[in-house]
């Protein structure tokens, strides 16, 4: 004889329901409440240092898409390239990290700000002095552990306090 | 409670009651229309772990209000092929019932419209007429999923009208009258004690009637997508909503009047009690809502032919024994009596319950 088949079945099913009304809600308000996000996320952006650069060009070859531009000219006096231009169409950039993990003087991260959407194609194509590193341009931790060791860890669902921050 | 009791024409004219206790009835159905449909909306978010709607007003309790603006300036698309007039005339149809139901709902001792002596036939009645609009509904819209959500829409109603009435029949040979508030009167113990088989009955196929889960197949937004509302937008699809939550509204209030004891009860005000009441009903119909699923069309007929009408039958049976074999013995006797009588039936009614011969899964 199974009960399941006299209410007892529904009766389960509405204990669970009315449990919920204790628990905490699930759903985190997206712009008053945030989420931390992975410490080795990839973001949105790009992030260049101009000073570690060589301009060797690893990057713009590991680029499956094609979209790192980058032109060098050779500067006698200091023996070494000279970046003259360094471009990121990020539209067509299909955020793999390729370039991050290849840059052999550590000179590219990707980025930790994932609202960086723009209005037009035009202005997704960043250059040079756009693509440093500033207050809203953090490089996340992706290929760079030791970045990703001062990030905020990553919260989770579970988490208490998650979306205080 | 005999001292909150107010006189039958209270304010004292005629006139000055019926206009009094109009505008309390549409201002009461327009009111907890709103408070439900935020009741509902929130009480089902947190029961699924979201929150609900909380942006407009404080905890969002200005969301109907929103809504009901939205929907105002939405544009009101008649289809093409439709029938015009009916619907046009389908929306008034089936709210106009749902507001001549609180005609005869005591809020409290003597404070309804009109206390008539056949009162709970007449809602009987009344409320039957709002399938007539949701079938000219379905009709008028010239759209498959509508007719289908409109056909079933009446075949339920039309099979769930039995055990309903039969059940509610049980509780007027309690009361002996068919007056709500002789009914309320009657009540020294409320009826679900005395009528718990009943009660179960009344509530799972008044559920039925008015389309809630696990019985709204009429608008099973998963199969015909929203039955016989489908092609109304603005404010006649605003007249629907407000015909299913008063519908919501008006079963809360019956079952408060029929089976909780209306307006009776110690220490509050008797308007607050009926007020508490009808919200824990409606707080039921929700959370039932939340927890089961959807029923096959087939199971709708079966549950209601194979299982609620029988019991129903039984039910009555049993009552007019009580009442005329033991007309003296005290009713306290009879709540252990009723109640194991309950779980008996609904045992073993359950386990002859069969679809297709026993072919068919439950």
Known sequence: MKFERYGIGIAKGLRVTIRHLLRRPITTQYPEQRLNTSRRIRGNELIWDKEKCTGCATCAKTCPQGSIHIVTSVSIEENKYKVEKFEVDHGYCIFCGLCVEACPYEALFMGYAYERARYRRGELVLAKEGLLASEERKPSGYAHPEIAATLPKQSLLLDKDRGKR | ?362
């Open chain 2, 1 to 362: 409670m005999a001292t909150a009791w107010l006189p039958p024409d209270w304010p004292g004219n005629f006139w000055a009651h019926w206009a009094i206790f109009a505008v309390i009835s549409i201002v009461f159905v327009l009111l907890m229309f709103m408070v439900f449909v935020w009741v509902e909306r929130r009480a089902m978010g947190i029961m699924q772990a979201r929150l609900g709607p909380n942006r407009a007003g404080p905890f969002g309790i200005l969301q109907p209000a929103a809504d009901g603006l939205k929907v105002l300036l939405k544009e009101d698309i008649v289809p093409a092929k439709g029938d015009k007039v009916v619907h046009w005339l389908a929306p008034v149809v089936a709210v106009v019932p749902v507001l001549l139901i609180f005609a005869v709902v005591p809020f409290q001792g003597g404070a309804l419209l009109v206390d008539l002596n056949i009162g709970i036939l007449y809602i009987v009645a009344i409320s039957s007429v709002t399938t007539v609009g949701v079938f000219m509904a379905g009709w008028a819209s010239n759209n498959k999923y509508s007719l289908l959500g409109a056909m079933r829409q009446v075949a339920s109603v039309v099979s769930y009208e039995i055990p309903v009435v039969l059940s509610i029949v049980g509780v007027i040979l309690l009361a002996g009258s068919l007056s709500m508030q002789q009914i309320v009167m009657a009540q020294d113990i409320p009826f679900i004690l005395l009528q718990p088989l009943g009660f179960l009955l009344f509530f799972i196929g008044a559920l039925a009637e008015i389309n809630r889960a696990p019985f709204d197949l009429m608008e099973a937004d998963s199969e015909i997508v929203a039955g016989f509302h489908i092609e109304y937008s603005g404010m006649k699809f605003a007249l629907f909503y407000l015909v299913e939550y008063g519908e919501a509204l008006a079963i809360s209030a019956i079952v408060t009047t029929l089976f909780l004891g209306g307006w009776r009860g110690p220490l509050l005000p008797p308007w607050l009690w009926f007020l508490v009441k009808v919200g824990i009903v409606f707080f039921v119909i929700v959370w039932i809502r939340t927890t089961v699923p959807r029923v096959r069309i087939d199971q709708l007929m079966a549950l209601a032919w194979k299982f609620l009408f029988p019991l129903a039958l039984l039910n009555l049976l049993i009552t007019a024994v009580e009442i005329l074999v033991w007309p003296a013995v005290s009713l306290w006797v009879m709540v252990p009596i009723n109640i194991a009588v309950m779980i008996v039936l609904v045992l073993l009614w359950s386990r002859f319950f069969k679809l297709g011969w026993g072919k068919v899964e439950v």
